[in-house]
């Protein structure tokens, strides 16, 4: 089953970016990268997802190996509201597996 | 848009008692998921709709859950009997079936079952 596997957790310094990774050695073609990150006590919140080529958006950026066997989720500059779990999910293979993410400590 | 709307936020109740969990899609969204959060097993999906029809429900955990959707713009999530075990927070999320895999969530029910 191809599953993400990302690090438990991470910290940044406040205003400076921070590299988010997750591993996919096994996904398949048609699958796409997708990262939500959960505020405390908030729901999941979508942030971004691509295919082969790197994506950014007003949130983040998504950078995404030339095999697609790994992908890193980049904020470009963390602020104290950034802290929270972020999660890569393959879809729509694993469409609804969540695992445990990274959980990101931004220190002011 | 309001967002996806979830009530109660917060529901404390006794075993045995039945919960009913309320959901409010985004307007025009197709795909509406019920999930389950807890510390020990995480994010878990227990069901989801699509056009108001019951897709995959192999998430629910047994037969004292049960989820409806009347029509597009209101779901429940209903737990009879509930138990201890069911305490958890339940959000709702719902996405456009053009962007079946972006799903927002709503604030979530953290419900208490002592």
């Known amino acids: 089953d191809a599953k993400t596997t990302q690090p438990n957790s991470m910290e940044s310094n406040e205003e400076e970016p921070v590299h988010l990774p997750c591993n996919h050695s096994?996904?398949?073609?048609?699958?796409?990268i997708h990262w939500y990150r959960q505020l405390p006590s908030q729901g999941p919140e979508y942030v971004i997802h691509?295919?082969?080529s790197n994506v950014n958006n007003r949130m983040a950026s998504l950078a995404i190996a030339e095999d697609r066997k790994s992908s890193t989720l980049i904020l470009h500059r963390a602020t104290l509201r950034d802290a929270a779990v972020y999660y890569c999910?393959?879809?729509?293979?694993?469409?609804?597996?969540f695992g445990t993410g990274t959980s990101l400590t931004v220190i002011p | 848009d309001a967002g996806v709307i979830q009530s109660p936020r917060h529901e404390v109740t006794e075993m045995g008692q039945e919960v009913t969990l309320r959901c409010k899609p985004i307007?025009?969204?197709?795909?509406l998921f019920w999930y389950r959060q807890t510390m020990m097993r995480g994010l878990e999906l227990l069901i989801y709709?699509?056009?108001?029809?019951?897709?995959?429900d192999s998430g629910m955990p047994e037969d004292r859950f049960s989820a409806k959707m009347p029509n597009a713009s209101f779901s429940t999530l209903k737990i009879q009997p509930s138990e201890p075990r069911d305490s958890a927070v339940y959000f709702c999320?719902?996405?456009?079936?053009?962007?079946?895999?972006?799903?927002?969530f709503g604030p979530g029910t953290r419900l208490t079952v002592t």
């Open positions: 691509g295919l082969t």
């Open positions: 999320a719902s996405s456009p079936s053009g962007a079946r895999y972006e799903q927002y």
């Open positions: 709709f699509n056009n108001n029809v019951p897709i995959d």
């Open positions: 096994t996904i398949s073609g048609t699958d796409y």
């Open positions: 999910i393959l879809r729509p293979r694993n469409q609804f597996y």
């Open positions: 307007s025009g969204h197709d795909y």
